[in-house]
C-alpha cells in the first residue's frame, strides 16, 4: 500500500529556510511524480510544483519561483522540498502527494501533513 | 491568474442530493478532479479524470461535466460528507491550481 510519511513540525524565523522530507514507500519511488501542495491556516489548497523522482526534472507554480527548491535521494525513497526566505504568510501545513496510478491524473495519495510555522 | 469559481457553502439535508459546481475558462479543455477534505485531515481525491471513483470511495460520489462546469454530486448525503471539496482542473498550462473550496454543511 502506498504511503507518504512527511517529516515533523517545524518553527522558523522570517528569512530562514525550512526543509521538508517525504518518504515513500509501497511503490516503487522514481515512478510517480511527487506534487507539494500547501494550506494556510483556514485557508484553501494551493499547489506548489512537481518533481519527477527519476530524472529530477521540476515544475514550480510561478508565485514561489526562485524562492522553492525540489530534490531526492532515490537510495532512501524521499523526496524533500525546500522553501527559502521564509515569511509569516508562508505559515502552513505543507503536503506531498502522487497521482491516480491509473489515469496519472488527481492526487490519489497524501503524506500527513508538516505544519511549518514563521514567527520572530 | 486563472481563476476557478465554486460556491463558499452547500447546505443539504441527511438522504439527500448535495451539488457543488466548479467553474473556469478552460475547464472543459482538461481533466477535473475533486477532492474531500475533513477538518484535521489531508485530502482525499474522490472523483478524477472528470467521473472516475477510485478504489474505496462510495458510489454517492459521482462527477460530471458541461462545458466549462464541473459538478460534484453526493447522492444521499450522510453525516461524514461534512467536509470542503476542492476541484482542480489537471492542466499544466494553469499550474493545476485548485478551487477555492465548499464547505458541505449536513443539516
Known amino acids: 500500500q502506498e504511503q507518504l510519511v512527511q517529516s515533523g513540525a517545524e518553527v522558523k524565523k522570517p528569512g530562514a529556510s525550512v526543509k521538508v522530507s517525504c518518504q515513500a514507500s509501497g511503490y516503487t519511488f522514481t515512478t510517480a511524480d511527487i506534487n507539494w501542495v500547501r494550506q494556510a491556516p483556514g485557508q484553501g489548497l494551493e499547489w506548489m510544483g512537481w518533481?519527477?523522482?527519476?530524472?529530477?526534472?521540476?515544475g514550480y507554480a510561478q508565485k514561489f519561483q526562485g524562492r522553492l527548491t525540489f530534490t531526492r535521494d532515490t537510495s532512501i525513497g524521499t523526496a524533500y522540498m525546500e522553501l527559502s526566505n521564509l515569511r509569516s504568510d508562508d505559515t502552513a501545513i505543507y503536503y506531498c502527494a502522487i497521482p491516480n496510478w491509473g489515469s496519472g491524473v488527481g492526487l490519489e495519495y497524501w503524506g500527513q501533513g508538516t505544519l511549518v510555522t514563521v514567527s520572530s | 491568474s486563472y481563476e476557478l469559481t465554486q460556491p463558499p457553502s452547500v447546505s443539504v439535508s441527511p438522504g439527500q442530493t448535495a451539488s457543488i459546481t466548479c467553474s473556469g475558462e478552460?475547464?472543459?479543455?482538461?481533466?477535473v478532479s475533486w477532492y474531500q477534505q475533513r477538518p484535521g485531515q489531508s485530502p482525499v481525491l474522490v472523483i478524477h479524470q472528470d467521473n472516475k471513483r477510485p478504489s474505496g470511495i462510495p458510489e454517492r460520489f459521482s462527477g460530471s461535466i458541461s462545458g466549462n462546469t464541473a459538478t460534484l454530486t453526493i447522492s444521499g448525503t450522510q453525516a461524514m460528507d461534512e467536509a470542503d471539496y476542492y476541484c482542480?482542473?489537471?492542466?499544466?498550462?494553469?499550474?493545476?491550481?485548485f478551487g477555492p473550496g465548499t464547505r458541505v454543511t449536513v443539516l
Open positions: 518533481m519527477n523522482p527519476d530524472n529530477g526534472d521540476t
Open positions: 482542480q482542473p489537471w492542466d499544466a498550462r494553469i499550474s493545476y491550481v
Open positions: 478552460t475547464l472543459g479543455e482538461t481533466y
